[in-house]
T-cell receptor, first 115, second 109 residues
């Protein structure tokens, strides 16, 4: 089944404890992206990756890192999480980024709580 | 201010009603627009895509774009309880989709 998977689905942690949320897609997609979704703010992009060689910041990159060492995986790293990073996180992928069409397939989401 | 504005609702309608969901946008550079549907505790999934001004129909769903007024609409005919979800409009911006905050829709039997 073609899909984007994320792990863990739920995570409660404490301030300052490094964590990684994994994202993997099995559709051979070039483009991958991370979003956070907050009430009243909607979906906001954190980082994106055009392909294995190109990664760049989105709208809200502060406090996050990403890595794209292989095509299928795009982990999100929080080196020192803070309570304001409590959110619902989504990984998404699309075949490639074009100017005319980009259907992004979303993962199931990771609900993160930072105490 | 977000580039895509959307009334969060909630919007509650009886089964069988015609639903109209709307967005406005400010970025003239948007070339195409999408509507995503998000069920509770799920990731968004693409519902409709339109590249230019005009209408696009798919079953009970019609997406409408008016670039002159920067207005995006989604119409749902014969709404069903299974249509209860949050609907997100989006336009392309740089290397990302710029989403509205989403409108929560409840269709009651």
């Amino acid at each position: 089944e073609a899909q984007v998977t994320q792990n863990p689905r739920y995570l409660i942690t404490v301030t300052g404890k490094k964590l990684t949320v994994t994202c993997s897609q099995n559709m051979n997609h070039e483009y991958m992206s991370w979003y956070r979704q907050d009430p009243g703010l909607g979906l906001r992009q954190i980082y994106y990756s055009m392909n294995v060689e190109v990664t760049d910041k989105g709208d809200v990159p502060e406090g996050y890192k990403v890595s794209r060492k292989e095509k299928r995986n795009f982990p999100l790293i929080l080196e020192s999480p803070s309570p304001n990073q409590t959110s619902l996180y989504f990984c998404a992928s699309s075949l490639r980024w074009t100017e005319t069409y980009n259907e992004q397939f979303f993962g199931p989401g990771t609900r993160l709580t930072v105490l | 201010q977000k580039e895509v504005e959307q009334d969060p609702g909630p919007l509650s309608v009886p089964e069988g009603a015609i639903v109209s969901l709307n967005c406005t946008y400010s970025n003239s550079a948007f070339q195409y627009f999408m509507w995503y549907r998000q069920y509770s505790r799920k990731g968004p999934e693409l519902l409709m895509y339109t590249y230019s001004s005009g209408n696009k129909e798919d079953g009970r769903f019609t997406a409408q774009v008016d670039k002159s007024s920067k207005y995006i609409s989604l119409f749902i005919r014969d709404s069903q309880p299974s249509d209860s979800a949050t609907y997100l409009c989006a336009g392309n911006s740089g290397y990302a989709l710029n989403f509205g905050k989403g409108t929560s829709l409840l269709v009651t039997p």
